[in-house]
């Protein structure tokens, strides 16, 4: 393990999270090879799933609210013909209708229904708190969960190969899809409400997601490369690199970046703009993150220190 003195530097790691592994699986062994506990996730991946996890080290850990609110793009498969207890394919089978006569022209029009800004329910088994208790172990142990319809944006949703096969001696479809999806979007309720718009009752059997914000797979590194690098520095993206590849970006001027620094504020650059914005010193550091939704710029948090 690293000693103390080559400890990682405080930035982005974008791992490829393998399947069957939690996401907090991925975040403990991250704090062993970059030598913190200081590591955080932006965004949960179910353990079926693989793909980008953004991970945060050291300071990084802050800008990890901001991008849990990124939007996202995923590859999956669809199971039409069978609905199941979680949405997917790790779930007892609830029912099993079949898919027999589904064709490509049904599945193109029940998918223009999912697209767009839509009214969505998220998944039973979802980390939904309802009275105190996480949604998942509430049905599990039974009881049924009725979770209100929260208002999601699918902005892509396209249709891939189908393929007619046999489960369980039911006739099923498999539908690869791609989707680009707002924060709190669950593919899996995608998969159900699919299913239940053709009459057939579906699920995930395969999830993928190959962005987060600005982070892509191409940026992701598998974990047994990061385990053979131990000892050697992680190949985190710097902090201020990360915050300028995932947010919209305001450069300083001197005065201003020490004003934030000591906490007062400055003018909005764009008043009015939506979500956070990275404002950069003159050198390039990472001063702050900012709401600009009004006349006066709000600091949402201070990375950089007023000079002295």
């Not at 930035?11 to 955080?40: E, F, M, N, Y």
């Not at 057939?200 to 490369?225: C, E, K, P």
């Not at 703009?273 to 709000?298: C, I, N, Q, S």
């Amino acid at each position: 393990m690293p000693t103390s003195a080559e400890a990682t530097p405080d930035g982005v790691l974008v791992v490829d999270k393998p399947q069957d592994w939690t996401s907090h699986d991925v975040v403990a062994r991250a704090r062993r090879l970059c030598a913190t506990r200081k590591v955080g996730h932006a965004g949960t991946l179910d353990p079926m799933a693989t793909g980008v996890l953004v991970l945060g080290v050291g300071r990084a850990t802050r800008l990890l609210t901001f991008l849990v609110g990124a939007d996202k793009d995923y590859t999956a498969t669809v199971r039409l013909g069978q609905s199941t207890l979680t949405d997917d394919a790790e779930g007892e089978v609830t029912a099993a209708s079949g898919a027999a006569g589904v064709d490509r022209a049904a599945v193109e029009r029940a998918v223009a229904g999912l697209t767009g800004d839509i009214e969505q329910v998220p998944s039973a088994v979802s980390a939904i708190k309802v009275k105190g208790q996480r949604s998942y172990h509430r049905v599990r142990s039974g009881e049924a969960v009725d979770l209100p319809p929260r208002p999601v944006t699918v902005a892509r949703f396209a249709v891939g190969d189908l393929r007619e096969t046999v489960a369980a001696g039911t006739p099923v479809l498999d539908v690869d899809i791609e989707v680009t999806v707002s924060s709190g979007t669950y593919v899996r309720a995608l998969a159900r409400d699919l299913g239940q718009a053709l009459g057939t009752g579906g699920h995930l059997t395969a999830l993928r997601r190959t962005r987060v914000g600005g982070f892509a797979l191409a940026d992701a590194h598998v974990l047994a490369d990061l385990e053979a690098r131990q000892g050697s520095p992680m190949p985190v993206v710097p902090l201020a690199t990360a915050a300028r590849a995932a947010f919209p970006a305001r450069d300083l001027t001197g005065e201003e970046a020490t004003a934030l620094g000591y906490g007062q504020k400055v003018p909005s650059e764009q008043r009015g703009r939506p979500g956070p914005v990275a404002a950069f010193a003159p050198d390039g550091t990472l001063v702050a993150m900012l709401d600009e939704a009004g006349a006066t710029a709000r600091s949402l948090v201070v990375f950089a220190p007023a000079s002295s």
